[in-house]
Nanobody, 124 residues
Framework: QLQLVESGGALVQPGGSLRLSCAAS????????IGWFRQAPGKEREGVSC????????NYADSVKGRFTISRDNAKNTVYLQMNSLKPEDTAIYYC?????????????????WGQGTQVTVSS
């Protein structure tokens, strides 16, 4: 069964850090671009960051540039999202998604597989 599983979400204070992981089972991630998306209560899901299949290309939403870093370890079949200087507005469910053609896209419909999400709450 092909599956993506996110982990690492938690309750953290403003200014804190978290590292989210996206692990694949049933398939290898090294041919896929991986995107991170998030959905806050009452809002639409939005793109946060993406990394191409070989890791040579990354992009970030303006709201997280300079604070979040995406990386991948294909040997571990895992993609990470390091989140620093967290703000209350970063509170959301974070999802990872895999795109087979290896190139990043900001469009959710272009992704083939999705995880179930992990909750990130930034609050004092």
């Amino acid at each position: 069964q092909l599956q993506l599983v996110e982990s690492g979400g938690a309750l953290v204070q403003p200014g804190g850090s978290l590292r989210l992981s996206c692990a694949a089972s049933g398939f290898t991630l090294n041919s896929y671009a991986i995107g991170w998306f998030r959905q806050a209560p009452g809002k639409e899901r939005e793109g946060v960051s993406c990394i191409s299949s070989r890791g040579g290309s990354t992009n970030y939403a303006d709201s997280v540039k300079g604070r979040f870093t995406i990386s991948r370890d294909n040997a571990k079949n895992t993609v990470y999202l390091q989140m620093n200087s967290l703000k209350p507005e970063d509170t959301a469910i974070y999802y990872c998604a895999a795109r087979l053609n290896g190139y990043c896209s900001g469009l959710m419909r272009n992704y083939n597989y999705w995880g179930q999400g992990t909750q990130v709450t930034v609050s004092s």
